[in-house]
C-alpha cells in the first residue's frame, strides 16, 4: 500500500507564494503520472497540475504562468509552486500518484485571504 503525505499548506495572502510538497512511500521513478488536484468547498474536485514520468507538465488554464510542478526522484516527493495566488485558489489540494494503480493523499488545506 502507498501513502502520500501532503505539507506546506496554510494561510497565504493574495498575491503571495505557497509551496506544498507530497512525499511518496516508495520510489516514483517508475511512475506512469502524478500531480495535484484540488476541491473548493461546494465544488468537484479538479485536476490542478500533472507530470509524466519522462518529465511532460500539463497544468489546468487556471493555475498556468503561476502555479509550477516538479519533482524529486531521490526524496519521493513531488512539489506544487504556487505563485501568484488568488482567494479563488483556496482549496483542499491533494496529491496522487498512478503506478498505474492510483493513490491518493489526505489531502491539505490551503486557504488565500487578506
Known amino acids: 500500500q502507498v501513502q502520500l503525505v501532503e505539507s506546506g499548506g496554510g494561510l497565504v495572502q493574495p498575491g503571495g507564494s505557497l509551496r506544498l510538497s507530497c512525499v511518496v512511500s516508495?520510489?516514483?521513478?517508475?511512475?506512469?503520472?502524478m500531480g495535484w488536484y484540488r476541491q473548493a468547498p461546494g465544488k468537484q474536485r479538479e485536476p490542478v497540475a500533472i507530470i509524466t514520468s519522462g518529465g511532460t507538465t500539463n497544468y489546468s488554464d487556471f493555475v498556468k504562468g503561476r502555479f509550477t510542478i516538479s519533482r524529486d526522484n531521490a526524496k519521493n516527493t513531488v512539489y506544487l509552486e504556487m505563485d501568484k495566488v488568488k482567494p479563488a485558489d483556496t482549496a483542499v489540494y491533494y496529491c496522487?500518484?498512478?503506478?498505474?494503480?492510483?493513490?491518493w493523499g489526505q489531502g491539505i488545506q490551503v486557504t488565500v485571504s487578506s
Open positions: 496522487y500518484v498512478a503506478y498505474p494503480f492510483i493513490s
Open positions: 516508495r520510489s516514483i521513478f517508475s511512475i506512469n503520472h
